[in-house]
């Protein structure tokens, strides 16, 4: 049994020979063979502790859990919610909800037909499609199957747990007023970001700022477990606009209504509010819905009357006759002799429609006479023109800080022509935008108070200055009330129940070869209730198509129509008239 | 037993037990299992199918749709390997003592089989199995079982060759290099290192001499670097042992996520289920990396107190072979040795392979590990040895008597001797 029986009996073995038991196995044999297993063993639980527990081994367990972590711990973004827009009275205009999008891993998904089949189906797109999709993608490592689901369509997807597909949270833009805000408003892109519009302008105040968060993934990317939150997401600000929806639905309507009776090209309309010069509606045809911008072409992205500048023609000539008045030289009661119903200056005859005769300055705007504008220009300087223009706000940007905004032109000459200079005094020569003839307009409703032109609802640091005598802006402006009237040049401007001041223009449009002579700007610019004006409106009317074309004719019924609408819409009460029973039961109420 | 043993045998313990003295004790067929020994599997394979649930949860669920496909057939394993252990314990160690030659011709008949394309099973490059339809046979896996009985009877029967001379040497060395050499076309490693290693000590503890077995170790040293160094992937996977680092995103790429799970347990694990390596990070997580995850999951602690039951384990089987050496039952302390190296050579090897202390691979955990074949084959090697110590113990319970009882043969031994 022991080692000496052990030695003593192989010593005697082979003098024994076989079919003898040799020797018993050895004790020591074993113990050594145990001994070497507990070593090892010990030896590697000295390794696993190693591994383990032991703080500070280069290859411990500090490095082996950052070596894991690195590999699981991913950051995911957090999509912030985007600011609302709305209108001044808190209608929405823009507004973000959440919705999912399914993309997915080539190189995880496993390109079989059930598994597109499930997928496709789920989807509702079609499988060879997404077949196609799969092998275009196959050497990438992310594509988008379908975005922006329907969270419960996104589920059903989510819930036939194929491997590498994976579901994210985005925030969708939907536009409630469609196409009768989208110029203001603009719209996003696909991913979130302003592309066009106030939601370009303001992207940096709507987009608010995403967050992230730390999560655990297994191989196949799918989130196992969150992991900490890093930052949380902060949601945009919300943007108020100044204008009034009900105003806006009012002149969309109008505008396309008009635009389709005169079969003009393109038609703005521009409504400020007097008293602090907000824009209470801005309409363009023709417009788009930003819903669904799959046919949409250029030109009806434009917010025309903040992109387009034009030659704004007679609708200049108050400014000109403020001007006038300004110097002194000429007073309300002046009177110019328009006889024989032209004047020549060198290279250019300018015509009245008729032979107006001796008149004061008052009719030379209802009557909208060239020949009287011209020669009491003409006995003005061309920069004492200019300057009031430029008071007015003509050729500066009005600070809206819309993209794409122009600022018109208004050319200082170091050396007039006198055709030029005549010109200038009816809006030829410079041009501008609809917004900044109404906000140049918005001054004479105000007395003479300039304040620029905004698109926010109660916008801070706006200043506002005088810029021209108050006596002398009223007596304008009480001129401009009699274009409405029956001789005036603007009588379809009228509206029943209030005063109307403004002046219309007719504006030959430039071609390739000079002034076109069939092709019109139609144009009205006016306000109301003309003795206390609450709203300035502009309405310019694009190439009709009609017989008619004058600003007469064309924008000053679609000003009557929509001044009429935004008043009463205002609850501005009715003026009394005598010649109005229904004026007096409304002033009554 | 070879004619020397059955003659020796009876003349030597001359148990006389009367049918009533007898009785009086214990009847010899009442002799008791090794119940201690059964408790312990009984845990590890516990631990084993808990294990195999846990880390195949992901992998299950990805592949087969049901996350308990693994752990489910994993106990179906389980009940047919105790059946098949039942079986085998049923059976004489007579069978094994004296049919050893057989099994190693068995060994070498499954080694070339599995090699004849058609018959064997390719899968990663290994042609390692057999497909029965209902499940596949890893050959080498019944050759460990056959090696263990070849060598305890064979060394057994003829000690004498072993101590004196060559004759026994050359025949056991000759055995080992052949089935060695298979394996290796196969080619499993892995298996190469255990039966090899599993047969030297057999081989150590037989009593062969000790310059013969040092030619022996350095000559199985040199093969093994031979081996290694001749085949570029297995240098690749050696030095990829020592840094894997170096390529984690390629031939380190298993061992680094290996790693990962064991630094991820400290202590006291992350908690049973939340390993995040399982989640497709570490490749065969359930089969030859499953300690990773149970380190992972449970922590050091979860690591000693698992290699605390395979030590105590095997430390039951050593001890019934001490009790065969005590006996002078040669076969019975071989073959439980030889089962107890072998278990403790996959055990060191595969907790070692997926903790970066050893190279190589492809080694399952026993009785832990996924995997029928292995599960099978282990069983049986349970049910071999317990029968042995069914035998030890139903001797001894005869032995004692002889001194105090009146010395008179007595049929049941009379049955033993022949």
């Known amino acids: 049994m022991n080692k000496k029986v052990t030695t003593s009996k192989r010593k005697q073995a082979p003098a024994k020979g076989k079919g003898l038991a040799i020797a018993m196995l050895a004790k020591w044999r074993f113990h050594f063979t145990v001994a070497v297993i507990a070593l090892l063993l010990l030896a590697l639980m000295w390794h696993l502790a190693f591994l383990q527990v032991v703080p500070g081994n280069e290859r411990g367990y500090e490095f082996l859990q950052g070596q894991g972590n690195a590999r699981t711990i991913r950051h995911e973004t957090i999509n912030a919610y985007r600011g609302l827009i709305t209108d001044r009275n808190g209608e929405p205009l823009a507004v973000s909800s959440p919705v999912t999008s399914v993309w997915a891993n080539p190189k995880l998904f496993k390109n079989d037909d059930g598994q597109l089949r499930a997928v496709a189906k789920a989807l509702g797109l079609k499988q060879s499609e997404l077949a196609a999709k799969f092998d275009r993608f196959a050497n990438k490592e992310f594509m988008y199957l379908k975005r922006h689901l329907p969270p419960h369509k996104a589920e059903a997807v989510m819930a036939l747990g194929v491997d590498g597909v994976y579901a994210t949270t985005e925030y969708q833009r939907f536009y409630p007023a469609a196409e009768v805000a989208s110029h203001l408003v603009g719209f996003v892109d696909v991913e979130g970001k302003g592309q066009e519009g106030l939601e370009l302008a303001y992207d940096h105040w709507l987009k608010g700022e995403a967050g992230a968060k730390r999560v655990i993934k297994d191989l196949k990317g799918r989130v196992i477990k969150d992991a900490g939150l890093i930052r949380a997401a902060l949601s945009g600000k919300d943007v108020r606009l100044s204008i009034d929806l009900r105003l806006q639905y009012m002149a969309h309507r109008e505008l396309k209504t008009a635009l389709k009776a005169y079969k003009a090209k393109s038609g703005s309309v521009v409504i400020l509010d007097v008293a602090s010069s907000e824009v209470l509606a801005m309409v363009n045809q023709p417009s788009y819905n930003p819903n669904n911008r799959s046919k949409i072409k250029a030109k009806q992205l434009r917010n025309r009357a903040l992109t387009d500048q034009y030659e704004p023609g007679s609708t200049m000539k108050p400014l000109t006759i403020l001007a006038a008045l300004e110097t002194g030289k000429f007073s309300k009661d002046t009177v110019v002799d328009t006889n024989p119903g032209y004047v020549r200056v060198p290279g250019k005859t300018f015509v009245d429609p008729v032979n107006y005769g001796e008149i004061n300055l008052e009719r030379i705007l209802t009557k909208s006479s060239q020949v009287g504008i011209v020669k009491l220009a003409l006995q003005m300087e061309p920069e004492t023109i200019r300057d009031i223009y430029q008071r007015f706000g003509l050729g500066a940007v009005t600070g809206t800080g819309f993209p794409g905004e122009r600022t018109g032109t208004l050319p200082n000459r170091p050396k007039w022509h006198v055709t030029e200079h005549a010109n200038f005094s009816f809006g030829y020569g410079m041009s501008l935008t609809a917004a900044q003839l109404a906000q140049a307009y918005n001054v004479i409703a105000n007395d003479g108070t300039f304040r620029p032109v905004s698109i926010l609802h109660h916008q801070e640091g706006v200043e506002s200055h005088q810029v021209a005598d108050p006596a002398l802006v009223k007596q304008v402006r009480k001129m401009l009330s009699t274009v409405p009237e029956k001789e005036g040049t603007g009588k379809l401007a009228q509206i029943t129940d209030y005063p109307v001041a403004g002046k219309t223009g007719t504006v030959h449009k430039l071609g390739s070869k000079g002034y076109a002579e069939n092709r019109y700007m139609s144009l009205f610019a006016g306000m109301a209730p003309a003795d206390a004006p609450e709203i300035v409106a502009v309405v310019m009317i694009n190439e009709p198509g009609t017989q008619a074309y004058s600003g007469g004719k064309v924008a000053a019924p679609v000003f009557s129509r929509v001044a009429e609408s935004a008043l009463r819409l205002l609850r501005v009460p009715p003026r009394v008239s005598d010649s109005s029973q229904v004026a007096m039961v409304g002033g009554m109420q | ?418």
């Open chain 2, 1 to 418: 037993m070879t004619e020397l043993a059955a003659v020796k045998l009876p003349a030597k313990r001359k148990p006389k037990v009367s049918k009533q003295a007898a009785s009086a004790y214990a009847s010899p067929a009442m002799a008791s299992v090794d119940w201690p020994l059964l408790t312990l599997l009984w845990a590890i394979v516990s631990c084993g199918i808990i294990l195999v649930a846990s880390s195949s949860v992901s992998i299950a669920d990805s592949l087969f749709g049901d996350s308990l496909h693994f752990a489910k057939r994993h106990t179906v394993y389980i009940v047919l390997g105790m059946i098949g252990a039942c079986f085998i314990a049923a059976l004489p160690s007579q069978l094994w003592r004296r049919y050893g030659p057989l099994f190693l011709l068995l060994a070498l008949i499954l080694l070339t089989l599995v090699l004849v394309p058609g018959l064997g099973k390719r899968v990663n490059g290994s042609q390692r199995w057999f497909n029965l339809g209902f499940i596949t046979v890893q050959a080498s896996e019944v050759v460990k079982f056959c090696v263990i009985v070849f060598f305890a009877s064979y060394l057994s029967r003829r000690q004498e060759d072993l101590l004196y001379g060559w004759k026994g040497f050359g025949i056991s060395i000759a055995s080992v290099v052949l089935i060695a050499a298979l394996l290796i076309l196969e080619p499993d490693f892995g298996s190469t290192v255990v039966i090899t290693v599993t047969a030297m000590s057999m081989l150590f503890l037989a009593g062969v001499r000790l310059h013969q077995f040092l030619l022996l170790v350095l000559l199985g040293a040199g093969g093994l670097a031979v081996l290694a160094t001749a085949t570029p992937y297995r240098l690749q996977r050696l030095v990829s042992y020592l840094d894997p680092w170096a390529d984690q995103y390629g031939g380190g790429y298993q061992l680094t996520q290996s790693l990962i799970a064991f630094g991820r347990g400290e202590w006291f694990g992350s908690g049973l289920g939340n390993s995040i390596q399982k989640l497709f990070y570490l490749p065969e997580a359930h089969t030859d990396f499953i300690f990773a995850i149970l380190a992972e999951e449970f922590g050091l602690l979860g690591v000693l107190l698992m290699l605390g039951l395979f030590v105590a384990f095997i430390a039951r089987i050593l001890g019934i072979s001490r009790r065969a050496m005590a006996a002078d039952d040669k076969f019975a302390a071989l073959a439980c040795f030889g089962v107890a190296a072998m278990f403790s050579t996959q055990v060191l090897i595969n907790v070692g392979v997926a903790s970066g202390f050893l190279p190589t691979k492809g080694l399952t955990l026993p009785f832990v590990s996924w995997g029928g074949s292995s599960l099978i084959a282990n069983f049986a090697l349970i049910g071999f040895i317990l029968r042995l110590d069914w035998e030890l113990r139903r001797n001894a319970l005869l032995k004692p008597k002889v001194k105090r009882m009146p010395r008179k043969k007595t049929k049941a031994v009379e049955e033993l001797a022949a």
